[in-house]
């Protein structure tokens, strides 16, 4: 049986039958240990926590401020790689959390005009790096990390991306109903592109898995996937607690 996040990431991915053991090996772990994000409570919760304003808008403040931190993360790890396409992906990837931290700061100031004051600007400004890769044909490794290192990375990014993915397939009909009439369709649009972008991410760091299941590393891929989805269930638990008590001052 295949777990129901396994399947809107695979369909997501439209991979077919390519990447058997990243398939084999999501779907176990997702089975294993099924996400608080792959139960019906969870939208439901989601849905009515949503209707409040003060917390949406605390949520698209948060989104910004973890794209932004992953940016950052991302383009300071990619220097460790030993494997120069994984190191350009992440870096393009970086670049693509950074873009969304703006995307976010966009949406929350569509929805929410009268937060758009100065002050707010420059906070959220200040969460979205401007990452450019300049200076690109002088990047080298700096300290290359193991394999197993670069492999646990991936993984969980991969997995972090899913979680991702999900969330923003449930922010956009949110999104939709706060937006005014002329703006709908800009805001889905930016919705689209911010799940569109998450899908490639899932990709590359899939592609990633598998060239490491290829390689030797297929126990090790199967049972590391398994314990990170339980860590990361445990601290999209805690995550959740602390959104609820979330609420943007000034609302
Ligand atoms: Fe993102
Ligand atoms: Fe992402």
Redesign the pocket.
């Known amino acids: 049986m295949t777990n129901i996040v396994a399947s809107i990431t695979l369909e997501a991915l439209n991979i077919g039958d390519a990447l058997p053991y990243f398939q084999r090996a999501l779907n176990h772990a997702l089975t294993k240990h099924p996400p608080p994000y792959s139960y019906n409570n969870f939208a439901s919760n989601y849905r009515q926590l949503a209707k409040k304003p003060a917390w949406f808008a605390g949520l698209l403040m948060s989104d910004a401020d973890l794209?932004g931190y992953?940016a950052k993360q991302l383009w300071a790890y990619s220097d460790s790689l030993a494997d120069p396409d994984f190191a350009h992906e992440m870096r393009r990837h970086a670049r693509?959390?950074g873009r969304?931290a703006r995307m976010f700061g966009g949406l929350l100031f569509t929805l929410f005009p009268h937060l758009a004051a100065e002050e707010n600007r420059e906070k959220l400004q200040a969460m979205a790096p401007k990452l450019v890769d300049s200076k690109a044909p002088e990047r080298k490794t700096t300290r290359a990390v193991p394999i197993e290192e670069s492999l646990n990375s991936a993984i969980l990014i991969n997995l972090h991306?899913i979680k991702?993915l999900i969330l923003?397939q449930l922010l956009t009909p949110t999104l939709a109903a706060y937006a005014e009439a002329s703006d709908r369709r800009s805001v889905t649009q930016i919705a689209q592109r911010?799940i569109q972008?998450?899908v490639e991410?899932i990709r590359y760091t899939a592609e990633y898995i598998e060239k490491a299941a290829n390689s030797g590393y297929q126990e090790y891929i199967m049972e590391a996937v398994s314990d990170f989805q339980r860590t990361l269930n445990q601290v999209t638990l805690g995550d959740l607690e602390q959104s609820q008590s979330l609420v943007l001052e000034g609302l």
């Open positions: 794209e992953s693509d959390e969304h991306e991702a923003e911010l972008d998450e991410h």
